[in-house]
Nanobody, 125 residues
Framework: QVQLVESGGGLVQTGDSLRLSCAASGRTLSNVAAGWFRQAPGKEREFVAAINWNYGSTYYADSVKGRFTIFRDNAKNTVYLQMNSLKPEDTAVYCC??????????????????WGQGTQVTVSS
């Protein structure tokens, strides 16, 4: 069974950058989709970004498009979320997730069933 562990959260100021990491263990990732989700206090969890592991294709929520980049490192079995131009509204607990198996050619936004524990990102104004 795949296990996911996030790291890289923290407290930053508006306009700063932060990179989140999600390391997978248990097996080498392939035929999966990996994504990042976030949940702010008092709000529902929302989709942020995802990547089709086999094809490398990506998909982003409109709220982060152009500012965030999701990418993977096959050798490290890790998926990253590079966050630039951070805003206070990006403050949330960020969780990585995987959907396995996934052999489709597009990037799913739902159906993720393997979750990490989350990492806090706080953006001060």
């Amino acid at each position: 069974q795949v296990q996911l562990v996030e790291s890289g959260g923290g407290l930053v100021q508006t306009g700063d950058s932060l990179r989140l990491s999600c390391a997978a263990s248990g097996r080498t990732l392939s035929n999966v989709a990996a994504g990042w989700f976030r949940q702010a206090p008092g709000k529902e969890r929302e989709f942020v970004a995802a990547i089709n592991w086999n094809y490398g294709s990506t998909y982003y929520a409109d709220s982060v498009k152009g500012r965030f980049t999701i990418f993977r490192d096959n050798a490290k079995n890790t998926v990253y979320l590079q966050m630039n131009s951070l805003k206070p509204e990006d403050t949330a607990v960020y969780c990585c997730a995987a959907r396995s198996p996934w052999i489709g050619t597009y990037v799913p936004m739902q159906g993720y069933h393997i979750w990490g524990q989350g990492t806090q990102v706080t953006v001060s104004s």
